[in-house]
Structure formats: structure tokens, C-alpha cells
């Protein structure tokens, strides 16, 4: 089945540095991801929608200039959390949807990554 | 604005016995998807079950079944003879029937599982 990967499964950095997660579609290409945010015991938040080939759509709330996203390619997004601080931290899950795979179009699906945790120290 | 409310943030269940997560949901639209989702302690998102709002038939997979009520706008999860691997978040989403469309979350209901 299709799958989504996602690096690192685990970062820590100092604050006011940056970090980049990059999430993957391994076997379909994916011309939308999602990234959400889950805090502990929470649940996932959507933070925006990223596009391949143009602007991010962000959420309401969610600071574009400290959450930069990059679609770079129909199998790749990247998230840069920039001058990260210890309220960053938190686990990063990036969703895709297939889209038009094999011939079908596929409206009912999406493929969550495995999720990377972030703590800033 | 669509939202998704689960009320019970932690239950718990005997082994071997059924349990019923309750999901309610708001929305305008007439043509959208809703599922429930599980979040073991890996954190990866596991679908357990998909329910189309344009069928009147509940879905069922293997132990797992929905009681879908569009009128109502409530959406529960049965599980039936439960599992010590059941215990987990357990996550109610609803998507609209459109391509490329995101997910919105309840709260999550963490599941316990007694042996």
C-alpha cells in the first residue's frame, strides 16, 4: 500500500535555531500534504496545506514566517520550523492524499506519515 | 465551520467485551466522508474505519463497526470482543467528499483495555 515517510522521526535542537522535517510520498505522487501539529494528549491541529508549484495555505493562527513550507517536488514537502524555542515543541505529522494513482481517483484517502517529535531545549 | 466533538476523553473495557466511543460532528455540507482513526502509543495514524454519508448502511470491518446517524449528526465506534491491542487514542475525522480535502479532529478518546 502507499506509503508516507517522514525525517527525522526525532530532532532536538537548541533555541533559535532552525529545524526542516521533510515528508515523503514513497510510491504516488502527491501534488497536496497536510501538516499538522499534535501537543501531548492533544489532538492534531491542522497548520496548513501545502502545494506543489505554489503557496502554502496556512491556517489561521499559525505564523507563516516561523513555519515555512516547501513543496519542492510531487513526492517531497518540507517543514522549517525557524528560530524554534522550547513552545515548538511538539510532533509533526504530515498527510497525503494519492490523488489520481493507477488509473483511479482516490477522494476517500489519505496516508498519514509516521510523525517526527520535536523538542527545543 | 465544521467541528467535531467527542465527549469521553478516556474509557475503558474489559477484555473480550464491547465498547461504544461516541462522536458527534456539525457541518452544512450533505456530501462527506467520516472516520475513525487510532493512535497507538507509536503515534502513527492507523484507519480503523471509513463511513460515506451519502450511504444509509453502517459500515463494519471485521470487529469494528459504526451506528451512523446523518440526522442526528453522530457518529459512534463499536468494537466488539476488545482487544489488549485495541487500547489506544482513538480519534473521530471528518473530510469532505472533495479531492484533496483535510481532515478535522475530535479531541480523541484514550481507550483502556482490562485483561
Known amino acids: 500500500g502507499a506509503v508516507v515517510s517522514q525525517h527525522p522521526s526525532w530532532v532536538i535542537c537548541k533555541s533559535g535555531t532552525s529545524v526542516k522535517i521533510e515528508c515523503r510520498s514513497l510510491?504516488?505522487?502527491?501534488?497536496?500534504m497536510f501538516w499538522y501539529r499534535q501537543f501531548p494528549k492533544q489532538s492534531l491541529m491542522l497548520m496548513a496545506t501545502?502545494?506543489?508549484?505554489?503557496?502554502?495555505?496556512?491556517e489561521q493562527g499559525v505564523e507563516k514566517d516561523k513555519f515555512l513550507i516547501n513543496h519542492a517536488s510531487l513526492t517531497l514537502s518540507t517543514l522549517t520550523v525557524t528560530s524554534a524555542h522550547p513552545e515548538d515543541s511538539s510532533f509533526y505529522i504530515c498527510?497525503?492524499?494519492?490523488?489520481?494513482?493507477?488509473?483511479?481517483?482516490?477522494?476517500?484517502?489519505?496516508?498519514f506519515g509516521p510523525g517526527t517529535r520535536l523538542t527545543v531545549l | 465551520a465544521q467541528t467535531v466533538t467527542q465527549s469521553q476523553p478516556e474509557m475503558s473495557v474489559q477484555e473480550a467485551e464491547t465498547v461504544t466511543l461516541s462522536c458527534t460532528y456539525d457541518?452544512?455540507?450533505?456530501?462527506?466522508?467520516l472516520f475513525w482513526y487510532k493512535q497507538p502509543p507509536s503515534r502513527q495514524m492507523i484507519l480503523v474505519i471509513r463511513?460515506?454519508?451519502?450511504?444509509?448502511q453502517n459500515a463494519t470491518e471485521n470487529r469494528f463497526s459504526v451506528n451512523f446517524q446523518k440526522a442526528a449528526k453522530s457518529f459512534s465506534l463499536k468494537i466488539s470482543d476488545s482487544q489488549l491491542g485495541d487500547a489506544a487514542m482513538y480519534f473521530c475525522?471528518?473530510?469532505?467528499?472533495?479531492?484533496?480535502?483535510?481532515?478535522?479532529f475530535g479531541s480523541g478518546t484514550k481507550l483502556n483495555v482490562k485483561p
Open positions: 501545502s502545494n506543489e508549484g505554489s503557496k502554502a495555505t496556512y
Open positions: 475525522a471528518y473530510r469532505r467528499r472533495v479531492l484533496f480535502n483535510k481532515f478535522y
Open positions: 510510491d504516488f505522487q502527491a501534488t497536496t
Open positions: 498527510s497525503a492524499p494519492p490523488g489520481l494513482a493507477g488509473g483511479r481517483m482516490y477522494t476517500d484517502t489519505q496516508y
Open positions: 457541518t452544512s455540507e450533505s456530501d462527506y466522508y
Open positions: 463511513q460515506e454519508a451519502y450511504k444509509q
